[in-house]
């Protein structure tokens, strides 16, 4: 795909999405409330949950499209085809479900129920699994973020005294994991009683969801590339990006409960902001954005590492979830700034496209 298609290129289904998921909430709005005022609060509510997972998920773009640039064209289609499906389908609605089920120990057709018929106490039992969903969905994304950092072969630094010392130390073996650790258990120790256990149990689930993921990452791609070399960056990378996405989405689901109980309001506003995404990821492969601006990928990473920590804050204090996306945003913003300087301080090693001569 040539990387000179304009903005309406890559977000056209966006937009589609965008007309139909705000007129189907007007719909839903006007169903459940038979009122033009009411009609307008769910369709204002819907349009604000789509800007609030644009807004969470710039970093999630620009994480995505680092890893996706590594893919071959046949796997970066699938996952914008299939990975949507996942992300709207089952984070956004299965993925719900599935924490009431577990928690309230009913049957999925119980849930449902229990999300349009009872939505305040099917928001309650959300509202009480942040804890562990904090732990888990922090622990994963903090490990991406280390990770990242602790790369003895990264020679690109930003923040300089930072991460000239965690390229340094990379080549101790665990070091990543030693860092998660210590924090898990300062983070407990502030906690009380049964809530410290939860903290520590889901946030080494989430550990060892991150390790078995790169794990079964390399020994699905290693195969295929046994039998094929140009499949690399396949169903490994694959399943990565999609328990990435699953982690940068939990805060995200759990904190739109603040704006609507709904959970099908819920599933339109987030869907319509997931697409954009997904759009976003594949725009910045195909145009080479991440070539171009050499700082923005440490910025995003930056704010994965503050939104890890911000979830394991939120076991103690909460947090507004404006704060967060406006966090990250920012971070982006400033890395993005700092590139620009950089390309023209250094114009005589970039090209005309911005890219490294």
């Excluded at 409330?33 to 710039?58: D, K, N, P, Q, R």
Aim: charged share 15%; hydrophobic share 55%; with cysteine.
């Amino acid at each position: 795909m040539s990387a000179q298609n304009g903005l309406m290129y890559y977000f056209k289904w966006a937009f589609i999405v965008t007309f139909a998921g705000l007129a189907l909430g007007a719909l839903l709005g006007w169903r459940m409330t038979g009122t033009a005022s009411g009609t307008a609060t769910i369709f204002f509510i819907c349009f604000v949950l789509a800007i609030l997972e644009i807004s969470l998920s710039f970093d999630n773009a620009i994480v995505n499209a680092n890893k996706l640039k590594t893919m071959t064209p046949a796997w970066q289609r699938r996952f914008l085809t299939w990975g949507i499906l996942i992300a709207v389908f089952g984070m956004r609605i299965i993925f719900p479900l599935l924490i009431v089920v577990i928690a309230a120990q009913i049957g999925p057709i119980q849930a449902i129920y229990l999300a349009a018929a009872r939505p305040e106490e099917y928001a309650r039992i959300m509202n009480e699994a942040h804890l562990p969903i904090a732990a888990f969905g922090g622990t994963f994304l903090m490990m991406v973020g280390l990770t990242y950092f602790f790369d003895h072969e990264k020679d690109v630094h930003w923040v300089r005294w930072i991460e000239e010392k965690a390229a340094r130390f990379a080549t101790v073996r665990g070091i990543e994991v030693a860092f998660v650790l210590l924090l898990i258990l300062g983070f407990s120790r502030a906690l009380e009683g049964p809530e410290a256990s939860v903290f520590v149990h889901s946030a080494i689930y989430g550990l060892l969801t991150f390790l078995l993921v790169e794990v079964a990452g390399g020994l699905i791609d290693a195969s295929q590339q046994a039998l094929d070399t140009a499949a690399k960056g396949g169903l490994g990378a694959f399943l990565y990006l999609e328990v990435l996405d699953a982690s940068f989405s939990f805060d995200g689901v759990i904190g739109a409960f603040a704006l609507s109980q709904n959970l099908f309001v819920i599933a339109i506003g987030l869907g319509i902001g997931a697409m954009y995404v997904r759009s976003m990821t594949i725009m910045l492969v195909e145009k080479g954005t991440l070539a171009r601006y050499r700082y923005i990928e440490h910025g995003a990473f930056y704010a994965i590492l503050i939104l890890s920590v911000i979830m394991y804050a939120q076991s103690l204090v909460h947090i507004p979830e404006v704060i967060t996306g406006l966090g990250g945003a920012a971070l982006i913003g400033i890395s993005l700034w700092s590139s620009v300087r950089w390309n023209r301080a250094n114009s005589e090693l970039v090209g005309p496209d911005g890219s490294k001569l």
